[in-house]
């Protein structure tokens, strides 16, 4: 397939575009989120609303092969929409999602509610990193990035641009909100604080809050990592499109040394 996944009926197909970086057999995680925010996106609504959150729990590795995609209303309200999205392969639940639609109305806020102005360069201004995507037979073959702020080769805050160049699920467009809950998951490569060759900083989760929905083929990830004594870190970012900021991104990292090293 020349997408990441084709879609029959509650039958989830998985083509090896979907593979990671390590584990050919392995998704990258980026590509489940997508998966997720499209699935919400189907949900049925009785009135205007917006995703506002997006929870994903990384229950267990997602294989590159055939999976069984769940959907549940939780609660159907005037105001919100709270949707489970949940993930098997075989018997095994790999993905368990929750997210959240809130209503749409026009408010006009004091300038104290407003984001502050977005100050990056754009895509096109941007630099290749170094270890450049399309070295990659699978998922990140397909992603194109562009480093804006820092450097995503060293240690440290970076920011940088994504866009997915093959289409996530056959037949159909890929929205920008399955394009925003793909690249929140880079967070933690996009700002590691520790040495890549030693450690590895993994992400057991990835939570995605909007203020509005997002626009286009971009989306600037600007991150920064904190980690703690214990191994556990959080890696943060905030989202942006051409138009500005819109979300924030959160991951809980697990640091540890790579096995070779211990």
């Not at 699935?39 to 590159?64: K, N, W």
């Not at 520790?194 to 203020?211: G, H, K, P, Q």
């Amino acid at each position: 397939m020349e997408a990441l996944y084709r879609i029959e009926g509650d039958q989830v197909l998985t083509g090896p575009l979907a593979a990671g970086p390590w584990d050919p057999t392995v998704q990258h995680g980026a590509a489940p989120a997508s998966l997720v925010a499209w699935a919400a996106e189907q949900v049925p609504l009785e009135r205007p609303m917006q995703v506002s959150r997006i929870t994903i729990d990384l229950m267990r590795p997602v294989p590159v092969g055939p999976l069984e995609m769940k959907t549940e209303i939780l609660r159907q309200g005037r105001k919100i929409q709270l949707i489970a999205i949940r993930l098997f392969a075989g018997a095994v639940e790999v993905v368990r999602a929750s997210v959240l639609k809130v209503r749409v109305a026009e408010f006009k806020h004091s300038e104290t509610a407003r984001e502050e102005p977005f100050d990056l360069p754009a895509p096109e201004s941007g630099r290749r990193p170094e270890s450049s995507a399309k070295n990659h037979s699978g998922f990140l073959g397909r992603v194109s990035a562009r480093q804006v702020k820092g450097d995503l080769a060293k240690p440290g805050p970076a920011a940088a641009w994504f866009s997915i160049e093959s289409p996530i699920i056959d037949g159909v467009p890929t929205s920008a909100l399955m394009r925003a809950a793909m690249a929140a998951d880079f967070c933690n490569g996009v700002s590691a604080v520790v040495d890549f060759e030693r450690w590895t900083f993994i992400n057991a989760d990835s939570t995605l809050s909007l203020i509005r929905m997002p626009i286009g083929d971009w989306i600037l990830v600007d991150a920064r990592t904190r980690a703690g004594a214990s191994g556990a870190g959080i890696a943060c970012a905030r989202l942006a499109d051409r138009q500005g900021y819109f979300a924030c991104a959160a991951q809980t990292i697990l640091l540890e040394p790579r096995r070779e090293l211990r």
